[in-house]
C-alpha cells in the first residue's frame, strides 16, 4: 500500500519521461538505420526482383518513400509504447545488456543448431520460389538479418505484444497473440513476392517455423526484454548472410 505521506522528489516524474523520450527516439532511429541496407536493395534492384511485381520508377519511388514513413511511424509508436507501458503490463520492457549477456551462450548455441537446419533442410523447401525473404545477395541477406532482428523486435516485440498484454491482461497470452499476428504478416509478406496460399508443405513448414520463432522471441522478450529478444533473433537470423554465401 502506498503511504500518502511519502512525498515524491521535485522533477522525479519529469526526468522520467524525458528519459522515456530519449529511449523512444534512439529506438526509433535504431530501427529506421536497420532498415537501410534494406530499402538500398530495393531501390537498386528492378521492382520485378524484389516486390514482385512492376511499377514505373515514379511508382516505385513513392512505394520506397512510403515505406520509410510506415517504418519511422511504425517505430517512433511502438517504442514510445514499449517505454511507458510495458512494465506497467508486467513485461521485462527493454531490458539490459549484462541481462542479455548471461544468456548470450545459450543464443549462440541454438544458432548453432538451428541454423544449418534452416539452411539445409527447411530453406530449400520454403523459399524455392521467394528471392527476396531468402535473397541470395548478400547486402540483401545483410539487410534482411538486420531489419528482422531490430526492427521487427522493436514493432512486433515492443509495441504490439505489450499493447495486447495491456488489452488482454495476460502476459504469455499477449506473447502467443502476438506470434499468431507476427506469423499472419509473413504468411501476407510471402504471398505479396510469390508464395501460393494454396495447401502445400512450403506453407504449412512456413507457417510452423514462424510461429515457433515468435513464440520464442516473444518469450524472451516478455521474460528478458528487448535487448535479448533482439540478440537472439540477430544470431539466429545470420542464417540469411551464411545462406547467401555458401549459395
Not at 548478400?138 to 531490430?150: N, R
Not at 529478444?229 to 551464411?242: E, F, G, N, R, V
Request: hydrophobic letters at 50%; one cysteine or more.
Amino acid at each position: 500500500m502506498k503511504n500518502p505521506d511519502k512525498k515524491i522528489p521535485h522533477g522525479t516524474g519529469r526526468k522520467k519521461l524525458k528519459e522515456g523520450l530519449q529511449d523512444t527516439v534512439i529506438l526509433t532511429g535504431l530501427g529506421l538505420i536497420s532498415c537501410y541496407p534494406y530499402f538500398i536493395y530495393l531501390w537498386l534492384q528492378p521492382p520485378i526482383q524484389t516486390i514482385g511485381v512492376y511499377l514505373k520508377d515514379r511508382d516505385f519511388n513513392s512505394f520506397l518513400q512510403g515505406e520509410v514513413l510506415v517504418v519511422l511511424g511504425a517505430c517512433f509508436f511502438s517504442s514510445l509504447v514499449g517505454r511507458f507501458f510495458s512494465a506497467r503490463y508486467g513485461l521485462a520492457g527493454l531490458g539490459s545488456f549484462a541481462g542479455m549477456f548471461k544468456d548470450i551462450q545459450k543464443f549462440v548455441l541454438l544458432a548453432i543448431v538451428l541454423i544449418p537446419v534452416f539452411l539445409f533442410v527447411l530453406d530449400p523447401i520454403i523459399f524455392k520460389k521467394i528471392s527476396i525473404l531468402n535473397p541470395q545477395n548478400l547486402w540483401a541477406a545483410a539487410g534482411v538479418t538486420l531489419k528482422s532482428s531490430i526492427f521487427e523486435e522493436i514493432v512486433l516485440r515492443y509495441g504490439v505484444i505489450t499493447i495486447l498484454a495491456g488489452l488482454l491482461r495476460r502476459t504469455y497470452l499477449a506473447v502467443f497473440a502476438g506470434a499468431v499476428i507476427a506469423t499472419l504478416l509473413g504468411v501476407r509478406s510471402g504471398f505479396m513476392t510469390g508464395m501460393s496460399l494454396e495447401p502445400s508443405l512450403s506453407l504449412v513448414l512456413m507457417v510452423t517455423v514462424s510461429l515457433l520463432l515468435n513464440l520464442f522471441y516473444g518469450y524472451i522478450y516478455a521474460s528478458r526484454g528487448l535487448i535479448s529478444a533482439m540478440s537472439a533473433h540477430l544470431l539466429i537470423d545470420l542464417k540469411y548472410p551464411l545462406g547467401a554465401l555458401i549459395g
